[in-house]
């Protein structure tokens, strides 16, 4: 079973807010005392927050579906429903928090930093938080959203001074274990170090951290190994030591082609944005201070082979030691090398100006419009898709089984400009409109859905625009029903100038009394023929 865990795929998921509540106070002499329905409660977060207490990912490996609590829902007497809880997540201090697609989300280097992977949805209002003095009773609340999703990468990157690196039982784990009290496990056969050691070494006044990074081999840039895997811990050293096997039992190895090899890879190498520099650039592995250790030089073949490199080492620019982490000689020189390296990075960490990036605050224009209206075709009709915030968070709070809370609704969208930007792109009566991306609320757009249903006396609940909406006639309908009223009424007409002209109307007839001709003409008025009636009697 795996003890030492860096990289873990997590879904995190924030808690879905509470509904609100629909309630009319009530109480003796006080029957109707107006709206008290509370607020739902907010949705929990997963938050993650660096603890010097862990070190490793491993609880996330076994759990990697981690949600917040959900918001309870509002209820009556005024009382809002109870936030959910909030999960905090402990990991190790230098974890990298990525989405998907590889980019750094968070850094997290300190401990207590923290960062939302995942908020909480928002708790939806109860009637009471939307009455006015308009709509004074509501019949409706809003519902809770849910909280956000999302799938990342939690990669730990360990915070180490100096980098051990070097071929597999090169002595990395040795060397460690001499100059620190850490213990990593030591045997005669390679790839015995699985897991990135790290070790506290103290020489003279300066302390500082040394990690050993599991044996890179030829290929490791490629996924060859173990270095491959485990190279993202070097990322953070100031610099890096090349462990070098003078006492390599293989022909074909030398410290010098070993050398090389290890270069090759940490050229091929790339490291992303978690590690920057003073001036805030990626700083290549190779481009770091290097120093080399010519390791086990305690048996004779070790000590004659050092001696044989370590001019032409010296000469490419190296510092070069001999050193043994059996007899632990050499040493005592080395780790001041390295803690003199470690000092000057500081100091130039520390010299360096902050770099702080300012806070740009750029308010919404006056003309600009929260919400993209898109003309899409789908089955060769015309299709508008809404995408917004604003337009997209109202549709999911909205109660479709309540015909109030969709008036409410179509007012919030009349009073945006939704209804006003369609007739200017173009939409006609009839054609589809979808409020958000592939999962949105699809709608047949008929505009007459016209703001201030507070206006509109109706029972709670319900909506007088929305009354027998499947019966009601479309506008085209309308229209027609309209054109045919007035071709009747043209054909009525031109059948009285007929008998005008005829002389039918010229003098009431002796079956006709006056009062049947007041009669015919209130009529003809109540119709809005008054002047062709007067035309009729003349």
Same mark, same amino acid.
């Given at each position: ?112 930093? *923290? ?32 909280? @956000? ?27 460690? +274990? ?27 006044? %300066? ?14 840039? *490629? ?186 609704? +179509? ?16 939409? @006609?009566?009839?054609?589809? %409109? ?105």
């Amino acid at each position: 079973m795996a003890s030492f865990v860096d990289r873990v795929v997590l879904h995190v998921s924030g808690g879905t807010g509470g509904h609100g509540c629909v309630s009319v106070h009530s109480e003796k002499f006080k029957p109707l005392g107006g709206p008290d329905g509370g607020k739902g409660g907010d949705g929990g977060s997963v938050t993650f927050r660096v603890s010097d207490q862990t070190t490793t990912l491993l609880d996330f490996h076994h759990a990697p579906h981690r949600r917040g609590g959900n918001g309870q829902p509002g209820m009556g007497d005024w009382r809002d429903g109870k936030d959910g809880n909030s999960l905090i997540l402990e990991v190790p201090d230098g974890t990298v928090i990525k989405d998907r697609d590889g980019n750094v989300l968070a850094d997290l280097v300190g401990i207590g930093t *923290e960062y939302i992977a995942a908020a909480g949805g928002q708790g939806g209002l109860g009637n009471n938080a939307l009455s006015s003095l308009k709509r004074k009773a509501p019949g409706f609340a809003l519902l809770g959203i849910a909280g @956000t999703e999302a799938d990342i990468v939690l990669e730990l990157k360990s915070i180490a001074d100096i980098a051990l690196v070097g071929f597999p039982s090169a002595g990395k784990s040795s060397l460690i +274990a001499s100059m620190s009290a850490a213990r990593p496990k030591i045997a005669d056969y390679p790839f015995t170090t699985l897991i990135p050691n790290l070790g506290v070494v103290q020489a003279g006044d %300066v302390r500082f951290t040394m990690a050993d990074v599991p044996g890179l081999i030829e290929g490791a840039s *490629e996924g060859k190994g173990l270095g491959h895997n485990f190279l993202r811990h070097v990322e953070r050293c100031a610099a890096i030591v090349h462990v070098l096997d003078c006492a390599a039992l293989e022909a074909d190895r030398d410290p010098i082609t070993d050398l090389a090899i290890i270069e090759r890879e940490l050229d091929q190498y790339d490291v992303d944005m978690s590690f920057a520099g003073t001036d805030g650039d990626v700083v290549p592995l190779n481009a770091r201070p290097r120093l080399i250790a010519l390791n086990k030089v305690d048996s004779p073949d070790g000590r004659d082979m050092a001696g044989f490199v370590k001019a032409d080492l010296e000469a490419r620019g190296y510092r070069v030691f001999e050193v043994s982490a059996a007899s632990h000689e050499g040493l005592k020189q080395l780790g001041f090398a390295m803690a003199e390296i470690v000092m000057a990075a500081r100091k130039a960490l520390s010299d360096a100006p902050a770099k702080v990036t300012p806070v740009v605050l750029r308010p919404r224009a006056v003309n600009e419009s929260s919400f993209t209206i898109h003309r899409e075709e789908r089955n060769l009709s015309p299709l508008f898709r809404v995408r917004g915030e604003k337009p997209e968070r109202w549709v999911e709070q909205t109660d479709f089984q309540n015909e109030e809370a969709i008036g409410y609704l +179509a007012d919030r969208l009349a009073k945006a400009g939704v209804e006003k930007e369609l007739f200017r792109i173009g939409a @006609t009566p009839g054609d589809t %409109v979808v409020i958000g991306g592939d999962n949105g609320m699809v709608f047949d757009w008929e505009p007459t859905m016209m703001g201030g249903a507070e206006h509109l006396a109706a029972p709670r609940g319900t909506d007088l625009r929305l009354l027998d909406l499947g019966d009601r006639p479309t506008r085209s309908q309308k229209r027609q029903e309209q054109q045919e009223r007035r071709d009747a009424k043209a054909a009525a007409r031109a059948e009285l100038e007929t008998e005008r002209k005829a002389g039918i109307w010229t003098e009431l007839s002796d079956n006709r009394t006056t009062s049947e001709a007041h009669s015919i003409a209130a009529e003809l008025a109540a119709e809005g023929e008054s002047d062709d009636t007067g035309a009729a009697q003349n």
